[in-house]
């Protein structure tokens, strides 16, 4: 059997659903990839394509379970915890202690259950169908098998770049087609009806620094050591920076023969070569690849070829064809997988937002922290005020967001948390009526939406961690697509979980630069590394690739998919594409803007592609 070109499952009820619902997922996968696993009953369970060792299915009696992803437990040991079940109540209790990104799928008494992973790594959609509900791991099956049409108000959500806020962030495209959130589980019952409910809850905070640094440790070495075969070529990311050097060093010791890649930018000052560089010197036996910026493809290479359309807009156009360059480097020096350092920025250190409650619980110790971040930040003392003495639930905030997503950012210095998040804003060519879809989103999950985890800075932090696991699911579908997959260790559930233990303002001392990782990775990765306190860009070629493909961005601008949806103004958007060095915001929106572009231009040149829309 010839293995699948783009890996997929579904999840069926075990009760008589429509038979046209079967031969419509059959069509979504090439005729030799399909595969079907039957509940107990006889009556398909999980279907869809996949790979061998991406889907092991173990039974005992009644009960079914199966994971998907990259998972600790063996074939024996998958059966053994099917073995402890006596029905979908105990699913994660025989699944305790088990590492990874994958998803939980299972079958028992005539019921069915699919979750993702916490860290929003892993995927899970449901949709209505024929005779019940169908779940599956990628929006865009359901969507070709409903026959669903485009929901503009998610695909505006998407122009707020990373302001978009619980819950609204990463959800589905379509309409009919609903996003599980992070953290729960989809139940189907035989009757056709489905519920959700809450499998994973935040651990409790409080550990000490030095029991903190040693959870995180033990969570990543595992992590890491579950994508390394000794003696392997494993290919790893290494740009000098604290997360992706603890990665290779934790691969090193796994026993991996590492290839590592360091993409040197041009920026006058740039430190990121010189930090790889010596930590690549405290790792014997391992091929250092260095890759100049003027080397590789420009910033936006690529912008006008078509590709089949992902579940969302990419978060790495900009780089797509650059990392398609160096995975065929790596590649070709034997490598099977690539290894990442994303997640670490959003799961080690929280947000700042965590002084607000450290000052109503140590006031001497909170305002010491508020004076640090103040002197780091630069924040104005009458904003700072403000965001100490900030009151108000979640659903107020998100409701009083709903009436300001059309102002202007505030110039000069950053800003402080003052709400419950970066405030949702939508960029000057966004169109009324996409305001006006976002507002109403905005609204309704005010008044409907499920509460945040936590106070302030807890809820800012899961979020921004569950944010990162989203993107770490695009790391992985890009690479693999390049034929190198990318895994980001730091998104796996075990490791946020062990960020999470740690008390926060000690894990986010405005003194120190990622002081919880600096203490687990102590006396593995160089000291050098781990005292760095400074970080890198890519600026100047992120302005030279806007630069030298103007003339794409401009067509864009002639025939924008986004204008003749009625969510961004034809004239604010041409002055935006062809003159970005006048933007009075980040460049942020700009990428979410032309990700969301290049995702409608690759759903119309693939209109019925194999597990996409119709």
């Known amino acids: 059997m010839s293995s699948p070109p783009d890996p997929w499952f579904a999840v069926l009820p075990d009760c008589d659903i429509h038979p046209d619902v079967l031969r419509r997922l059959r069509r979504c996968a090439p005729a030799d990839a399909f595969r079907v696993v039957a509940h107990r009953s006889g009556r398909p369970w999980l279907v869809g394509a996949w790979s061998p060792g991406e889907v092991t299915v173990a039974s005992a009696g009644e009960v079914r379970l199966a994971v998907a992803g990259t998972c600790s437990l063996t074939a024996g040991e998958l059966a053994a915890a099917a073995g402890r079940m006596s029905g979908l109540a105990q699913v994660e209790t025989a ?27 892993r995927r899970i959609y449901r949709a209505a169908v024929e005779g019940g509900t169908v779940c599956a791991d990628r929006a865009r099956v359901l969507a070709r098998l409903t026959g669903a049409a485009l929901d503009p108000g998610q695909l505006a959500v998407r122009l707020l770049g990373p302001t978009a806020p619980y819950p609204l962030a990463g959800g589905a495209l379509w309409r009919g087609v609903h996003a599980v959130l992070p953290g729960d589980a989809a139940h189907l019952a035989p009757d056709g009806r489905w519920r959700t409910e809450r499998w994973w809850r935040a651990p409790e905070e409080g550990l000490p620094p030095a029991e903190a640094a040693v959870g995180l440790r033990q969570a990543l070495r595992a992590a890491v050591a579950l994508r390394v075969t000794p003696g392997e070529v494993v290919a790893a990311d290494l740009s000098g920076g604290m997360d992706s050097t603890a990665v290779c060093f934790l691969a090193a010791e796994a026993g991996a023969r590492l290839v590592t890649a360091t993409l040197h930018w041009a920026a006058a000052g740039n430190q990121d070569r010189a930090y790889a560089a010596h930590a690549a010197e405290h790792l014997p036996g391992a091929e250092q690849l260095v890759f100049p910026s003027a080397l590789l493809p420009a910033h936006f290479t690529g912008l006008d070829e078509r590709r089949p359309p992902a579940d969302e807009p990419s978060v790495g156009l900009r780089g797509a064809a650059q990392q398609r360059c160096v995975a065929e480097a790596l590649r070709s020096r034997g490598a099977r997988l690539r290894l990442s350092g994303h997640g670490g920025d959003h799961v080690v250190r929280p947000p700042d937002a965590y002084v607000h409650r450290l000052v109503r619980r140590s006031p001497v110790t909170g305002l010491r922290h508020v004076a640090g971040l103040r002197a780091r930040h630069r924040w104005p003392p009458g904003a700072t005020v403000r965001m100490l003495l900030a009151g108000g639930s979640y659903g107020f ?90 895994h980001s260790p730091f998104c796996d559930d075990a490791v946020v979980d062990a960020c999470l233990r740690a008390r926060p303002h000690e894990a986010a001392a405005p003194w120190a630069y990622k002081p919880l990782l600096a203490a687990a990775m102590d006396g593995l990765v160089p000291a050098r590394v781990l005292r760095r306190t400074t970080k890198d860009h890519c600026g100047d070629e992120w302005q030279e690739g806007l630069r030298r493909h103007r003339r794409t961005l401009a067509a864009w601008a002639d025939d924008s998919r986004l204008v003749a949806a009625g969510l961004a103004d034809e004239e604010p958007l041409r002055r935006a594409l062809l003159s970005p060095g006048l933007l009075t915001g980040g460049a942020a929106e700009l990428e979410a803007t032309l990700g969301a572009e290049a995702w409608l231009r690759d759903l119309a040149a693939h209109p019925a592609d194999e597990g996409g829309p119709r």
Not at 105 to 114: F, L, T
């Open 397 to 486: 905030w998100l409701a009083d967001s709903a009436g300001r997503l059309r102002e202007e950012p505030p110039g000069g210095a950053v800003r402080p948390p003052e709400g419950w998040g970066p405030p949702p804003r939508l960029p000057a060519w966004a169109s009324g009526q996409a305001a006006g879809l976002v507002g109403e989103l905005l609204r309704a999950a005010a008044r409907d939406g499920p509460p945040p985890a936590g106070g302030r800075g807890r809820h800012a932090w899961i979020h921004r961690a569950q944010e990162a696991g989203r993107s770490a699911g695009h790391l992985l579908a890009g690479g693999a697509a390049a034929g190198l997959p990318v």
């Open 95 to 121: 699944l305790a202690g088990a590492c990874g990104s994958f998803h939980v799928i299972a079958s028992a008494d005539g019921h069915a259950y699919a979750r993702g992973s916490s860290s929003g790594a």
